[in-house]
């Protein structure tokens, strides 16, 4: 049965009005949310970027849906502080929270002034930090030296249930490779049959955890409020890799989308005033595989969307689970 999750973006809403948020997704029907652990937002319209593992503290606590967080070991975070965050988190809240490890953006890892690496050493480096991880959550003491150094790290307070450490892909090249070493896959949606060839590189190359994937959504009480909505806050969003994975700062993202147009956030973004469409949009993601749908709905309010989802969404996935 799939699971439907809630997206908390904290790039766009402040860390209290968010809980406050999440705590109002759960009263509408999800069971499950995640978030992003950034630094900077994609825009300075969009002006937060609260910081993900203080406040999934207070998500989990808060509500008894299950927290997933998507971040970058490696170079802004040394593997052994994430190794035991997600212990801590595990331990407080078995079975209710994973982590999606994946390669890292440049706007938020520049910071340290290292250099940016490729993306070839990026993914050496996050294998490097899964294997580190792994080790640390198995309670051993770890050194190593090599993309990263880690000199006799032993966390000490354990999960006795290992949280899930996903990978996380948007291309069909990385979704292959993460099937080597992660518990799942977490990818964004695409077009149908993009999505299908992400989907089934994972599968084809042995994966066999659930995969979850992400759907940037504008839902409001008209069709071009929805559309102007998504233009406002997702117009710096709509760019592929590598470009996204190697600007620097919200003040690139903003140049970057300056000859931006609204029909041009449509193709990133599912624009809807309407529950059928969106029920379909969400049938598509399930008949590509997706076990895990997580849907974030851009704008910065979400009565609507979550009325829509309490009244006319959920009950009818509910009917159609038990067909």
């Not at 699971?3 to 509408?28: M, N, V």
């Not at 993306?119 to 294997?131: A, G, I, Q, Y």
């Not at 299908?196 to 409020?225: F, K, M, N, P, W």
């Not at 709905?297 to 989802?309: I, K």
Request: glycine share 8%.
């Amino acid at each position: 049965m799939t699971t439907y999750g809630f997206h908390c973006s904290h790039e766009e809403i402040g860390p209290r009005a968010l809980l406050d948020w999440a705590k109002k997704a759960e009263q509408a029907g999800f069971t499950a949310a995640m978030c992003s652990d950034h630094l900077a937002p994609w825009s300075h319209r969009q002006g937060e970027s609260g910081f993900a593992w203080s406040w999934l503290g207070s998500a989990l606590e808060g509500t008894d849906m299950s927290f997933g967080v998507v971040n970058a070991p490696g170079q802004r975070y040394h593997p052994v502080i994430i190794a035991q965050a997600i212990a801590t988190l595990g331990q407080l809240y078995p079975g209710r929270f994973w982590a999606a490890l994946g390669s890292g953006e440049a706007m938020n890892e520049h910071i340290t002034g290292e250099r940016w690496p490729s993306k070839p050493e990026r993914n050496e480096r996050l294998l490097e930090c899964v294997t580190i991880i792994r080790a640390l959550l198995n309670g051993e003491e770890v050194s190593h030296r090599g993309h990263v150094t880690v000199d006799r790290a032993r966390v000490y307070s354990l999960p006795e249930v290992q949280p899930l450490l996903v990978g996380a892909a948007v291309t069909k090249e990385t979704a292959g490779w993460v099937a080597s070493w992660a518990d799942g896959l977490a990818t964004i949606a695409q077009p149908e049959e993009k999505l299908r060839q992400v989907i089934g590189a994972y599968r084809d190359a042995g994966g066999t955890g659930d995969v979850t994937v992400q759907t940037h959504l504008s839902v409001a009480s008209t069709r071009e409020a929805a559309l102007a909505e998504a233009y406002d806050q997702w117009a710096s969003n709509i760019f592929n890799p590598p470009l996204c994975w190697d600007l620097e700062t919200p003040e690139a993202f903003d140049e970057a989308s300056r000859y931006v147009e609204p029909k041009d956030v449509e193709g990133s973004v599912f624009i809807t005033a309407e529950a059928a469409p969106l029920l379909e949009h969400i049938a598509v993601l399930e008949r590509c595989g997706a076990d895990r749908v997580y849907l974030h709905n851009v704008g910065t309010e979400h009565d609507f969307f979550l009325e829509m989802m309490s009244n006319d969404v959920f009950p009818q996935l509910s009917m159609e689970a038990r067909a």
